[in-house]
């Protein structure tokens, strides 16, 4: 079975400051997909990013990175220089090659706030 | 528009009340997921659909849940006789494909917010 961990249930920052959310997981498949997807207070969930397992390289898009390593299971999501816009909750996701299709397994989620 | 859309955006039922929960996938999105999130918590997944064919629905809860998907587009998510317990957001995905070989990215619906009285 698969299982994604989010330990950090809240985290507060100021604007500008740099945010990491953790994201830990588990599966016994060699060949799986990491995601992040952000829900702001509107509700909706909208698609950050997906990693295969099979690269590790590391992702910066504009003030968004992405740090993968497989040694720890961790797939870690770096806010630089944030901003109010960014408060909103953050969820981490696997989904596993084969028969299962694609479903996504999601952590708890990251409840950020950035304060002006 | 070209997203998933979802309706009602908002649903209020008395108890034993069956509910049926539209979805309109991304047009020409031949995957199709059903997921539902309580609040404080992240999506759980329910069911699948590749094209109109129920691939997978080992993530809804009894008997009571039904999904179908006929003409391989638009999908419905039937809850019958419906108890306290049914509240929740319940999220619809698509996604280009799906299965073995890629997975790409869901994209979701807004969601219809359901509430049993």
Not at chain 2, 38 to 53: D, I, R, S, V
Not at chain 2, 93 to 116: C, E, K, M, V
Request: proline share 4%; charged share 20%; glycine share 8%.
């Amino acid at each position: 079975a698969q299982k994604v961990t989010q330990a950090q249930t809240e985290i507060s920052v100021v604007e500008k400051e740099d945010v990491t959310l953790d994201c830990v997981y588990e599966t016994r498949d060699t060949t799986y997909y990491l995601f992040w997807y952000k829900q702001p207070p509107s509700g909706e969930l909208v698609f950050l990013i997906r990693r295969n397992s099979f690269d590790e390289q590391n992702e910066i898009s504009g003030r968004y990175s992405w740090n993968f390593q497989k040694s720890t299971s961790s797939f870690n999501f770096t806010i630089t220089a944030s901003q109010v816009v960014d408060s909103a909750v953050y969820f981490c996701a696997l989904s596993v090659m084969g028969t299962s299709y694609g479903k996504l397994t999601f952590g708890q989620g990251t409840i950020l706030t950035v304060h002006p | 528009g070209a997203g998933v859309s979802q309706s009602p955006r908002y649903k209020v039922t008395k108890r034993g009340q069956d509910v049926a929960l539209r979805c309109d996938p991304i047009s020409g999105h031949v995957s199709l997921y059903w997921y539902r999130q309580a609040l404080g918590q992240g999506p759980e997944f329910l069911t699948y659909f590749n094209y109109e064919a129920q691939q997978d629905k080992s993530g809804l809860p009894n008997d009571r849940f039904s999904a179908e998907r006929p003409e391989g587009s638009i999908s419905t998510l039937t809850i019958q006789r419906t108890e306290q317990r049914d509240s929740a957001m319940y999220r619809c995905a698509s996604s280009l494909t799906s299965g073995s070989y890629s997975n790409q990215p869901q994209h979701f619906g807004d969601g219809t917010r359901l509430s049993i009285l």
